[in-house]
C-alpha cells in the first residue's frame, strides 16, 4: 500500500531543495558578474619601437606601445596620454612630467591583450638626457602604466651649423709653448647668429673628451686636434657630424722646415721655363714672395712663374700659416745667365700737345748688342748699343703702338737673349687729379699736408693714362678752399687746425691751352680729437629699457659701433649713425673715421650699479699711475670660493691664488708683468665664471 502522505512529503523537499539550489547559483553568478565588472585593467611599462633612442628634430617622429590587459569596455570619450619624465627619470614633480601625446582609446572590452599605440611623437626642444623614462596615463579612470626602462631622449636643430675658430688652423712658429684661446659660433640656416650659451659644450681633443670644460670657448695649451661638441649622450652618433664644430688643429712649426725650391738649380736663361716653390703648400696659407727687398705686386701663390725679363736677384717668400705664425724663408739668389731690359717702357704714356717725348729704356745686354725701334709695325730705327741706355724721341702727334727689340750679343751673353718692351702712346682729351694726405695722418697732427697724389689724362675710350712727373710742367696749379682761392701754387698745401671744417680742392689748368681745366676731387678736412667722450642718456640703465650713447655729429664721418666682449672689440652690425641705442650692459665705443685719420672714443661703460660692478678690466698700465698700476676686481671675487689664475702667452701660470683674490696681480706676477699680452680664468666653486685678456701697456 502506498503511503500517498509520505511521497507528497518527500517531494515537497526536493522542490524546496531545488529552488535553494537555484538561488545559490544565481548568487554566485552575481557574485562572478559583480567581480567582473570590479576587475582592473592594467597597462605594461611602455616602449620605443621605431629606434633604438629618441634623437629628435624639427622633422622627425617616433612611435611608441604599451600593452593593455583584457577587461571590459573603459568610457568611450578615454583617452591614453603618454608622459614624460624629468632628466632623472623620476615622476614625482608634477610640473617637470611633459606630455608627449594622446590617443583616443582602444575604450572596448575584450577578453585579449590590446595594444595603445602612439605614432610620430616629436620629441620636446629641451630634451637632453639618456635618463629619461614614459609613462602611459588613462584621462577617464585611474589607471597608470608601469613606468619604462631608461630611453634616451634628445633633441637638436639639425637646421645649426658650428663653426670653430673662424675654421682657422691654429699654428705657432718659433715659440717653445703657447696658449690660445679658440670658441664657437653657431649660425642659423638664415645665417643669423646663434647665442651659444643656449646650448651645452663639451671639448675633445684628439678624439677624447677633455673633462670639466662645458663652456663655448677654450684656452688650449697643447698641440692636437680640437672639437666643440653638443653632448648629446647615446644620440651623440646618430647627430654626428651635425652636433659638432669643424676640427681645428693646433699645432707647432719649425721655419728651416719651410725653403724655396725649384727643379734644378737657381740659374737660366731668359727663354727658359722659371718656376720658384714653397716647399710647404697649403691654399689657405698667405704667402707673399719678395724680390730683392720689395714685394711683388699679386704674387701670393705657393709659386711664381718668373717673367723672362729682369728676374734676376734675391728672393724670399712671406707666408702666414695663421695669425699667431708669420715666417720668412731664407732667400735663394736667382742669377740671369742671359741678358734683360733693367727698366722697361711704361705700360701707357700721354702725349700732350706741342710736346716731344723721350722714350728710355735700360738695359744689360752686351755693348754691341743690336737694336730696333718700331711703331706699330713700321721699323723707325735701329743700331748698336754704346751703353745700358737706349732713347727715343716720340715727334709731335706720333701716337701709336712703340717697341723696342735687342738681340744680345752672343758669346758675351750665352743665352742669345731676345729682349723687348712695348708701350701705347696716345692723346688726352681731358684730365682728372686726385688730392690726399701725404702720409697716413694721426689725428692729433698739425698741421698736417696734402699733396697731388695722381695725375691722370682720359682718352677717347675712357682709358686713364698717368701723367710723367715732368709732364707736370705743362700746367699751372692753384689751391683752394671751400671755393676761395689760397693764393698756393705748389703741389702740396699744409693745413692747420685753424682751418678745420674746410673743404680743399686743386686747379690744374693746361698752360698752352686747348684743353679742359681740371679740377680735383673735394677733399673735406676735419681734425679730431683723441679723447672723444660719449653722451650716456639716461646714464644708467634700467631693467627692460634703453640707453642711447652720442657721438659729436658731422656730415664728413663715418660712425662703427662697437662691444667689448672677452676683451676683443667686437662690430655692431647695421650701426652706422653718430647715435646707438642700447639694451644690453657692456662697454661700447664709436669708431669715427673722417678723410683725414680715424679715432677711437673713449669708452662708454652701460649698465645699472650692478652690472657696472661686475666689468673685468682688460688693460692695466703699471708705472706709477695708480689708477691702473693694478689689475683691480670687483669686489665679489674677494670670496673665498674664488679663484683666479692668470697665464703667460706660452702658457705657463704666472699667478694662481685661491681663497679671493684682492689685486694681487702683477704684484705677484712671476714674469714681473714683462709680457703684452695675459691670459685670465676666474672661477667659482671649481666652475669657470669669467676668462679673457689682459693687455699690459707701459
Same mark, same amino acid.
Given at each position: 500500500?502506498?503511503?500517498?502522505? #509520505? ?653 679671493? #683674490? ?37
Amino acid at each position: 500500500m502506498i503511503n500517498v502522505a #509520505y511521497i507528497h512529503t518527500n517531494l515537497t523537499d526536493v522542490i524546496a531543495m531545488n529552488k535553494r539550489l537555484n538561488l545559490l547559483i544565481v548568487m554566485i553568478v552575481l557574485a562572478m558578474g559583480i567581480h567582473v565588472a570590479k576587475a582592473q585593467r592594467n597597462i605594461g611599462p611602455p616602449s620605443l619601437t621605431s629606434a633604438p633612442q629618441a634623437c629628435g628634430t624639427l622633422t622627425n617622429g617616433f612611435d611608441f606601445t604599451a600593452e593593455l590587459s583584457p577587461g571590459n569596455a573603459l568610457p568611450t570619450n578615454n583617452e591614453f596620454i603618454l608622459e614624460l619624465s624629468d632628466a632623472t627619470g623620476s615622476f614625482a614633480n608634477q610640473s617637470d612630467i611633459t606630455e608627449l601625446g594622446r590617443v583616443m582609446g582602444p575604450n572596448n572590452g575584450t577578453a585579449a591583450t590590446s595594444n595603445i599605440n602612439f605614432t610620430d611623437i616629436s620629441v620636446p626642444t629641451n630634451a637632453n638626457s639618456d635618463d629619461f623614462r614614459i609613462r602611459v596615463r588613462a584621462s577617464e579612470v585611474d589607471i597608470i602604466s608601469e613606468i619604462s626602462d631608461a630611453i634616451a631622449f634628445h633633441f637638436f636643430d639639425d637646421n645649426l651649423e658650428i663653426i670653430l675658430n673662424g675654421r682657422d688652423e691654429i699654428i705657432f712658429c718659433n715659440v717653445a709653448s703657447f696658449a690660445k684661446e679658440i670658441a664657437v659660433e653657431v649660425r642659423d640656416e638664415n645665417d643669423n647668429s646663434v647665442d651659444v650659451n643656449t646650448l651645452k659644450w663639451e671639448w675633445l681633443k684628439d678624439g677624447a673628451i677633455i673633462p670639466g670644460e662645458n663652456s663655448p670657448s677654450l684656452i688650449i695649451t697643447e698641440v692636437g686636434r680640437y672639437i666643440a661638441r653638443v653632448p648629446l649622450g647615446l644620440c651623440n652618433n646618430f647627430f654626428n657630424p651635425l652636433n659638432r664644430s669643424n676640427a681645428v688643429d693646433a699645432s707647432l712649426i719649425n721655419p728651416d722646415d719651410i725653403t724655396i725650391v725649384t727643379d734644378d738649380d737657381f740659374s737660366f736663361c731668359p727663354d727658359e721655363f722659371k718656376e720658384l716653390r714653397a716647399s710647404l703648400i697649403d691654399f689657405s696659407y698667405n704667402y707673399q714672395w719678395i724680390k730683392d727687398g720689395e714685394e711683388l705686386d699679386g704674387e701670393i701663390s705657393p709659386n711664381i712663374i718668373l717673367p723672362d725679363n729682369d728676374f734676376g736677384g734675391e728672393y724670399t717668400l712671406r707666408i702666414e700659416l695663421s695669425e699667431d705664425c708669420t715666417l720668412i724663408t731664407d732667400l735663394v739668389t736667382v742669377t740671369n745667365e742671359g741678358s734683360s731690359i733693367t727698366a722697361p717702357l711704361p705700360e701707357g704714356l700721354i702725349l700732350l700737345p706741342t710736346q716731344i717725348l723721350t722714350l728710355t729704356v735700360e738695359t744689360d745686354a752686351p755693348i754691341g748688342s743690336t737694336f730696333r725701334w718700331i711703331r706699330d709695325t713700321n721699323v723707325l730705327i735701329q743700331g748698336i748699343t754704346t751703353g745700358p741706355t737706349i732713347t727715343f724721341d716720340v715727334p709731335v702727334n706720333g701716337v701709336g703702338d712703340y717697341r723696342i727689340e735687342i738681340d744680345a750679343l752672343f758669346p758675351d751673353d750665352p743665352c742669345m737673349t731676345m729682349l723687348f718692351s712695348e708701350t701705347i702712346i696716345r692723346s688726352a682729351e681731358r684730365f682728372d687729379i686726385v688730392i690726399a694726405p701725404d702720409e697716413v695722418v694721426d689725428c692729433e697732427q698739425d698741421p698736417i699736408t696734402i699733396t697731388l697724389t695722381e695725375m691722370v689724362g682720359i682718352t677717347s675710350t675712357g682709358d686713364r693714362v698717368p701723367l710723367t712727373t715732368e709732364q707736370f710742367n705743362f700746367f699751372d696749379f692753384e689751391w683752394f678752399n671751400d671755393g676761395v682761392s689760397t693764393g698756393e701754387t705748389s703741389l702740396s698745401l699744409d693745413v692747420s687746425r685753424s682751418d678745420s671744417g674746410g673743404s680743399f680742392e686743386l686747379r690744374a689748368v693746361f698752360r698752352p691751352g686747348g684743353l679742359p681745366d681740371a679740377v680735383s676731387n673735394n677733399l673735406p678736412i676735419d681734425f679730431l680729437s683723441s679723447d672723444i667722450v660719449l653722451d650716456i642718456t639716461p646714464p644708467v640703465l634700467e631693467p627692460g629699457e634703453s640707453v642711447v650713447l652720442t657721438a659729436p655729429l658731422n656730415a664728413n664721418f663715418t660712425y662703427e659701433w662697437y662691444i667689448i666682449e672677452n676683451g676683443e672689440e667686437v662690430l655692431i652690425d647695421g650701426e652706422t649713425t653718430n647715435t646707438l641705442t642700447v639694451t644690453e650692459d657692456g662697454n661700447y665705443f664709436a669708431r669715427i673715421s673722417t678723410s683725414l685719420c680715424t679715432v677711437d672714443t673713449q669708452t662708454a661703460v652701460v649698465g645699472g650699479p650692478a652690472a657696472l660692478s661686475e666689468l673685468i678690466p682688460n688693460v692695466i698700465t703699471p708705472g706709477g699711475n695708480v689708477a691702473n698700476d693694478s689689475w683691480v676686481l670687483p669686489n665679489s671675487f674677494s670670496e673665498n670660493d674664488v679663484e683666479v689664475t692668470i697665464y703667460s702667452s706660452n702658457g705657463k701660470i704666472d699667478f694662481q691664488k685661491t681663497g679671493g #683674490y684682492n689685486a694681487d696681480w702683477p704684484n705677484d706676477s712671476a714674469s714681473q708683468a714683462s709680457e703684452l699680452i695675459y691670459y685670465y680664468i676666474i672661477s667659482r666653486s671649481s666652475t669657470v665664471v669669467k676668462k679673457g685678456t689682459i693687455t699690459v701697456m707701459r
